[in-house]
């Protein structure tokens, strides 16, 4: 191999051999170089045969040189044969990684990288070798050897053999390997069968399969130990039946395909753990802090400390847990508190992550940072959601261990009246239990994973299936099926001398210092109309009421603002003249809001919560997925609730009750009988959802909502609640289904070894292949659609017609009437199947829903 200089600049020299090097090669050259003295930059580039280095000094250049040279009598591979099987290995591994390559690919790229050293080398040193070198670099006991592999341009796009985690070809080689990786897929006993078995002498594949059965065996020993015969022990039974009759390819195929099972659903866990975490964190990316010096810089959220001032201005979420130094605000916690008012913050105040500042600008020292935050809370609560498993599953769990003993006895039986060592074996190797233990988690996670993608996320299996037996759904009315974004309707003059302008008026004086989402209403109001109300002078400090109402004295009179109790009870203000306007504004569903000045009422402000745009339509998909009872709960007065249950379509529901009457509600209903879904956004609403038995929140509701719901939808579209009970009706009979393939495959594969038409290594093969065929299933998406055969039908003709169109097959007058009919027709089918709109040349795909 001969380096050849292709330019110089400076101190960075570039070399290039005239064919392209192995990355076993590279490795072992980048590994070199790398140690001399005064090499500051280096790049190895396998593919296109060069070297990129920086150097410090001349010294160092002619070292760099030297060492080139080297390679002309003595190729790198001949000189470290353990490196380079540990470059094949990663070369290996970055090829699969990249290319996704199949398992045939890869293993071609290992018996070309091993190609050239084990001629000449005994195999079981190889062996030891390539384990060695590889295990004590990945998991950071030892320097290794190849300590050059990082520096490899394209040594696999990031795979490498860092240290502190098991890279591919690390769990591949390593015997025992363990089944837990927190990167991805633990392929260990999969890819050593796949991968190593053609190129290893039998004894290594008898050592392999004795190996990888021992904790196996363990595993079915210790379950005996604790007086328990489940799944564990039928497994260890098959393996040691196997080992004993010295059926080592058998044994290495249950291990194989029980390791893949196991693969398989800690996969697609981790998959759908990643999803929910992501769909649920907290977007903040970047932030402002305040530099000693007053100068404002931008920093990563991941790295602020405790020790920085960050600045969060009018608008912007607040990225941190922590403590007000300066400044003043209002923040909005709605999505923390549920609280409508925003609160005043100011130096010395706790602010919450997630929360925004609506106005004003403060000056932040975080409290909680990283895992201390909303964030980490986010993915406990989700961790934990895979303890709630299904009722499903857990029947599946019970019954799987159940059957167990029926196997042995069974088996037992088959020996007992043919003295058949196979036939028993072969019992023992078809059991039910694999399938139904692994089908019905993989069926819920992946319902749960495709549930992200949908804005649909589900916190546990149970609810899954919660959501697929519910009858009853119940909807809080504000926040939930109404925006929560309060516009005003209507104002009301109930005295000639204080006219409509001038009620607005003197409602906005008294609102604008107070901006909670009602009062902002009345305040925009006031702005569009062009009524000025800033200039108003307060005799005395403004009295604000929780939840009541506004009080002040303007111009020398009592001004108060308020609820019916307000203005009637506390203020003692007579509202019997406007009785017959107020029922007008309740049947128009509008809240009422009271002004008096000087202890009489002059005036009415009709308030108005839009309702969603997409409610009456989720109302009505509802009652098509065939939920009998809908009703509404909701705090406001009979007359409001009747107007928007009535827009709405919702023939029950129930006014003017308070939080724990909510929940009492659900309780009642799940006490006929019902299975109850709540719907709700708030504070007020967490009882009920806890009480029912499937809880629906929006993303941006209360966190305490959130933390008490089961699912949560997110994007804040309330129709996602249907795909949601759709979810979950696909989720359960997807898991019904493999319960029938299971069961029903596996009979017949029971019925051959109990005859003795199938072999055990055979019965083993069938019985894995039928559990990982319905693992596959099961991570099937719960929403795929098969092919609609009408639409296909009216495709294919219409594609035919225009076929037809181009190649003239009609000739004469009549075939072109009768063929631009049947076009029409055929593009009239197209458009019915939702298809129109093609042009006469427009590619029109056979299979619409394939």
């Keep these: 191999?001969?380096?050849?200089?292709?330019?110089?600049?400076?101190?960075?020299?570039?070399?290039?051999?005239?064919?392209?090097?192995?990355?076993?090669?590279?490795?072992?050259?980048?590994?070199?170089?790398?140690?001399?003295?005064?090499?500051?930059?280096?790049?190895?580039?396998?593919?296109?045969?060069?070297?990129?280095?920086?150097?410090?000094?001349?010294?160092?250049?002619?070292?760099?040189?030297?060492?080139?040279?080297?390679?002309?009598?003595?190729?790198?591979?001949?000189?470290?044969?353990?490196?380079?099987?540990?470059?094949?290995?990663?070369?290996?591994?970055?090829?699969?990684?990249?290319?996704?390559?199949?398992?045939?690919?890869?293993?071609?790229?290992?018996?070309?990288?091993?190609?050239?050293?084990?001629?000449?080398?005994?195999?079981?040193?190889?062996?030891?070798?390539?384990?060695?070198?590889?295990?004590?670099?990945?998991?950071?006991?030892?320097?290794?050897?190849?300590?050059?592999?990082?520096?490899?341009?394209?040594?696999?796009?990031?795979?490498?053999?860092?240290?502190?985690?098991?890279?591919?070809?690390?769990?591949?080689?390593?015997?025992?390997?363990?089944?837990?990786?927190?990167?991805?897929?633990?392929?260990?006993?999969?890819?050593?069968?796949?991968?190593?078995?053609?190129?290893?002498?039998m004894g290594v594949n008898q050592i392999n399969a004795i190996l990888g059965s021992i904790p196996l065996i363990a595993e079915g020993v210790k379950a005996l130990l604790k007086g328990k015969l489940n799944v564990s022990v039928l497994d260890a039974a098959a393996l040691t039946v196997s080992l004993f009759r010295r059926d080592f390819k058998t044994a290495g195929l249950l291990v194989v395909l029980l390791g893949l099972g196991e693969m398989l659903e800690n996969f697609t866990r981790k998959r759908s753990m990643a999803s929910l975490a992501d769909e649920l964190a907290l977007r903040v990316d970047t932030v402002w802090v305040r530099a000693e010096d007053g100068r404002m810089l931008t920093k990563s959220l991941k790295d602020v400390t405790e020790a920085d001032r960050v600045v969060v201005r009018a608008g912007s979420a607040i990225p941190v847990d922590g403590v007000v130094l300066a400044g003043e605000g209002e923040v909005n916690q709605a999505s923390m508190t549920g609280e409508a008012l925003p609160v005043r913050r100011s130096q010395g105040g706790s602010v919450f992550a997630g929360t925004v500042l609506e106005a004003g600008e403060i000056d932040v020292r975080p409290t909680g940072v990283g895992d201390g935050t909303r964030l980490s809370q986010i993915v406990d609560f989700i961790e934990k959601s895979e303890k709630a498993k299904a009722g499903i599953q857990g029947k599946a769990e019970r019954w799987a261990d159940r059957i167990v003993p029926a196997h042995f006895i069974l088996a037992g039986l088959v020996y007992a009246f043919t003295r058949d060592v196979n036939r028993a074996a072969s019992v023992l190797m078809v059991d039910f239990s694999c399938a139904l233990r692994l089908a019905t988690p993989l069926a819920i996670l992946t319902a749960m994973k495709s549930g992200t993608h949908e804005g649909v996320i589900v916190k546990g299996g149970r609810y899954l299936e919660a959501l697929s037996e519910v009858d009853t759904v119940v909807f809080d009315k504000t926040g939930t099926l109404t925006e929560s974004a309060p516009k005003l309707k209507r104002v009301v003059s109930l005295d000639e001398s204080f006219p409509e302008d001038e009620v607005l008026?003197?409602?906005?004086?008294?609102?604008?210092?107070?901006?909670?989402?009602?009062?902002?209403?009345?305040?925009?109001?006031?702005?569009?109309?062009?009524?000025?109300?800033?200039?108003?002078?307060?005799?005395?400090?403004?009295?604000?009421?929780?939840?009541?109402?506004?009080?002040?004295?303007?111009?020398?009179?009592?001004?108060?603002?308020?609820?019916?109790?307000?203005?009637?009870?506390?203020?003692?203000?007579?509202?019997?003249p406007a009785t017959g306007i107020r029922e007008e504004l309740a049947q128009d569903g509008l809240s009422i809001l009271y002004l008096a000045v000087g202890g009489r009422l002059i005036g009415l402000l009709g308030i108005e919560d839009p309702i969603r745009d997409e409610a009456a339509e989720t109302i009505a998909e509802l009652r098509m997925l065939g939920i009998r009872r809908i009703v509404m709960l909701t705090g406001d007065d009979q007359k409001t609730a009747a107007a928007?249950?009535?827009?709405?379509?919702?023939?029950?529901?129930?006014?003017?009750?308070?939080?724990?009457?909510?929940?009492?509600?659900?309780?009642?209903?799940?006490?006929?009988?019902?299975?109850?879904?709540?719907?709700?956004?708030?504070?007020?609403?967490?009882?009920?959802?806890?009480?029912?038995?499937?809880?629906?929140?929006?993303?941006?509701?209360?966190?305490?909502?959130?933390?008490?719901?089961?699912?949560?939808?997110?994007?804040?579209?309330?129709?996602?609640?249907?795909?949601?009970?759709?979810?979950?009706?696909?989720?359960?009979?997807?898991?019904?289904?493999?319960?029938?393939?299971?069961?029903?495959?596996?009979?017949?594969?029971?019925?051959?070894?109990?005859?003795?038409?199938?072999?055990?290594?055979?019965?083993?093969?069938?019985?894995?292949?039928?559990?990982?065929?319905?693992?596959?299933?099961?991570?099937?998406?719960?929403?795929?659609?098969?092919?609609?055969?009408?639409?296909?039908?009216?495709?294919?003709?219409?594609?035919?017609?225009?076929?037809?169109?181009?190649?003239?097959?009609?000739?004469?007058?009549?075939?072109?009437?009768?063929?631009?009919?049947?076009?029409?027709?055929?593009?009239?089918?197209?458009?019915?199947?939702?298809?129109?709109?093609?042009?006469?040349?427009?590619?029109?795909?056979?299979?619409?829903?394939?």
């Design 505 to 576: 008026r003197l409602a906005a004086c008294l609102e604008e210092h107070f901006p909670h989402p009602v009062g902002r209403a009345v305040v925009r109001a006031a702005d569009e109309q062009g009524i000025a109300h800033h200039d108003e002078t307060h005799d005395t400090e403004i009295e604000y009421v929780v939840a009541h109402g506004i009080a002040s004295s303007v111009d020398g009179m009592r001004v108060v603002l308020g609820s019916r109790h307000f203005v009637l009870e506390d203020e003692g203000v007579d509202v019997a």
């Design 644 to 850: 928007v249950a009535a827009r709405l379509g919702i023939e029950e529901f129930r006014a003017g009750i308070l939080p724990h009457e909510k929940a009492e509600t659900v309780a009642a209903l799940k006490a006929n009988g019902h299975k109850v879904l709540m719907v709700g956004d708030g504070v007020n609403d967490s009882p009920a959802l806890s009480s029912a038995d499937v809880g629906v929140t929006l993303k941006d509701g209360a966190d305490i909502a959130r933390e008490v719901a089961d699912v949560v939808l997110a994007g804040n579209d309330l129709r996602k609640l249907c795909d949601a009970i759709r979810l979950g009706r696909a989720a359960m009979r997807r898991i019904r289904q493999n319960f029938g393939i299971s069961v029903g495959l596996n009979g017949v594969f029971l019925a051959g070894g109990l005859t003795g038409l199938l072999m055990p290594a055979l019965g083993a093969l069938l019985h894995n292949g039928t559990t990982i065929g319905v693992c596959l299933n099961a991570m099937r998406d719960p929403h795929a659609k098969g092919i609609d055969i009408d639409r296909a039908v009216e495709n294919a003709v219409h594609a035919l017609e225009k076929v037809r169109d181009v190649v003239g097959l009609a000739e004469d007058g009549r075939g072109h009437a009768a063929q631009g009919a049947d076009a029409g027709r055929g593009r009239a089918l197209a458009g019915q199947g939702g298809h129109g709109g093609h042009g006469a040349h427009g590619g029109i795909p056979l299979l619409a829903n394939a």
């Design 1 to 201: 191999m001969q380096f050849d200089l292709i330019h110089e600049v400076g101190n960075r020299t570039r070399w290039r051999t005239k064919v392209p090097m192995t990355l076993a090669s590279a490795a072992i050259i980048a590994d070199d170089l790398e140690r001399i003295e005064g090499v500051t930059g280096l790049t190895v580039n396998p593919r296109t045969g060069s070297v990129v280095a920086t150097v410090a000094d001349m010294r160092a250049r002619v070292r760099l040189e030297a060492a080139l040279k080297r390679y002309r009598t003595e190729p790198p591979v001949r000189r470290h044969r353990a490196a380079a099987a540990q470059a094949a290995a990663v070369r290996a591994a970055g090829e699969i990684r990249a290319r996704k390559a199949r398992p045939c690919a890869a293993a071609k790229e290992i018996a070309s990288g091993v190609e050239g050293f084990v001629a000449d080398m005994p195999i079981l040193e190889v062996w030891r070798r390539v384990k060695d070198a590889v295990f004590s670099k990945a998991t950071g006991r030892g320097a290794g050897v190849g300590a050059g592999v990082p520096a490899v341009a394209g040594a696999a796009a990031g795979v490498g053999v860092g240290a502190g985690r098991k890279s591919f070809i690390g769990r591949m080689l390593t015997i025992p390997v363990s089944s837990t990786d927190q990167d991805g897929i633990d392929f260990g006993p999969l890819a050593r069968f796949v991968f190593l078995r053609p190129f290893l002498p």
